[in-house]
């Protein structure tokens, strides 16, 4: 009976070490300055939400930042100081920090279109048919592992932002090509629509 009351205390000396969040790396308080020190963005500012993003997304975004196949000019000259472990602490913290609903969310738009485009896509079976954005990003958008990123939550005006640099060629990170192809399908109206859809949905971490 004590050698089991021993073990189930290391057991628990343990699973409350496993549950401890990891200590932030050096470059995390540069990070805060935009994406907040809980790593949930500033909608006003069009910053979006690292936290619970999966690992891999983040440090592809840091890599393609870095090499210049995404360009920003605050995130090219941050990232470009980075090596390889860096951008894998940087990623593994932000992974880690609780996916946080912020206390109101934007409404969400009136009519159907934004909606339509994420759950269903349009034009199935034509030529010109765009997937839906759940196929990849996870039910409500809220990311799918390994590598697609939480839509949900994040501010309107930096996903209009996204899709379109994704058709001015300023994004240009994935080796398919996939969501320069879609976005460059996309008319402003549906860009509006499906930005304005995801800011309003709540966020939460992939999967869940």
Sequence with gaps: MMRNS?????V?????????????PPQAAQCAGCHGQNGMGN??????????QPVKYLEQQ?????????????????AGGLNASERKAIAEYYHGLPVVAPASLPAAPKDNV?????IHGVGAGTDHAIPACDSCHGAGGRGMEPEFPRLAGQ?????????LAW??????ESNLHLMQKIAD????????AVAAYFAAQPPAAPGQ
Excluded: C, D, W
């Design 6 to 10: 021993g073990v189930l205390a290391v």
């Design 12 to 24: 628990a000396i343990l699973a409350g070490i496993g549950v401890a969040q990891a200590a932030p």
């Design 43 to 52: 909608p006003a500012a069009g910053f979006p939400a690292l936290a619970g």
């Design 62 to 78: 840091l890599y393609a930042f870095k090499h210049g196949t995404r360009r920003n000019g605050m995130m090219s000259s941050f």
């Design 114 to 118: 934004g909606e339509t485009l994420a």
């Design 155 to 163: 501010p309107a005006n930096y996903l209009e932002a996204q899709l």
């Design 167 to 172: 058709q001015k060629g300023a994004r240009n």
């Design 185 to 192: 399908m996309l008319s402003p109206s549906q860009i509006k």
